[in-house]
T-cell receptor, first 110, second 113 residues
Framework: GDSVTQMEGPVTLSEEAFLTINCTYTATGYPSLFWYVQYPGEGLQLLLKATKADDKGSNKGFEATYRKETTSFHLEKGSVQVSDSAVYFCAPFTGNQFYFGTGTSLTVIP | NAGVMQNPRHLVRRRGQEARLRCSPMKGHSHVYWYRQLPEEGLKFMVYLQKENIIDESGMPKERFSAEFPKEGPSILRIQQVVRGDSAAYFC???????????FGPGTRLLVL
């Protein structure tokens, strides 16, 4: 069945460091790919998405490119801020549902 | 435009009681999805509903769990005879059309004592 493997955390970075969170997926169809972010005590917020191969999603300085050949959708940000501290979920979407990864906790220290 | 609303935000039940979780989708959204997040895990799909119809309940436990989305009012996720293993965060999401972006509510955190 469809599934996603996400880089395990927790990840701790200093402010202004470069961030990469790896995500690979397996899917029987042609999924749309999403990254969601969850701040403490809150629900998930859509961060970015890509719906077809080679599309790049971007938002708030975060980027991810849909790589069909490697079935990956790695999240990157060039310079993280303390306010980026949260849990990040990679989520392919096929059929009626998302397949969420276990989440990667990111803590950014000043 | 208000986002997806869920209530209560926190719910405490004793084993054997019933839990009712409510979800009001965003205005103009007629598709509702329920997910469960167990401690230290990602979200797992439970059920997908449109007004008055269950479209996909492949993620719902076979017993004790039910969901509805009536013509009027919020969607309800109902858990009968709760057990400690039901303790989790339950998230609702809504979308305007099938396969469009889903917007999530803040979740209901259920604790079963």
């Amino acid at each position: 069945g469809d599934s996603v493997t996400q880089m395990e955390g927790p990840v701790t970075l200093s402010e202004e460091a470069f961030l990469t969170i790896n995500c690979t997926y397996t899917a029987t169809g042609y999924p749309s790919l999403f990254w969601y972010v969850q701040y403490p005590g809150e629900g998930l917020q859509l961060l970015l998405k890509a719906t077809k191969a080679d599309d790049k999603g971007s938002n708030k300085g975060f980027e991810a490119t849909y790589r069909k050949e490697t079935t990956s959708f790695h999240l990157e940000k060039g310079s993280v801020q303390v306010s980026d501290s949260a849990v990040y979920f990679c989520a392919p979407f096929t059929g009626n549902q998302f397949y969420f990864g276990t989440g990667t906790s990111l803590t950014v220290i000043p | 435009n208000a986002g997806v609303m869920q209530n209560p935000r926190h719910l405490v039940r004793r084993r054997g009681q019933e839990a009712r979780l409510r979800c009001s989708p965003m205005k103009g959204h007629s598709h509702v999805y329920w997910y469960r997040q167990l401690p230290e895990e990602g979200l797992k799909f439970m059920v997908y509903l449109q007004k008055e119809n269950i479209i996909d309940e492949s993620g719902m436990p076979k017993e004790r769990f039910s969901a509805e989305f009536p013509k009027e009012g919020p969607s309800i996720l109902r858990i009968q005879q709760v057990v400690r293993g039901d303790s989790a965060a339950y998230f609702c999401a809504s979308s305007r059309q099938y396969q469009e972006t889903q917007y999530f509510g803040p979740g209901t955190r259920l604790l079963v004592l």
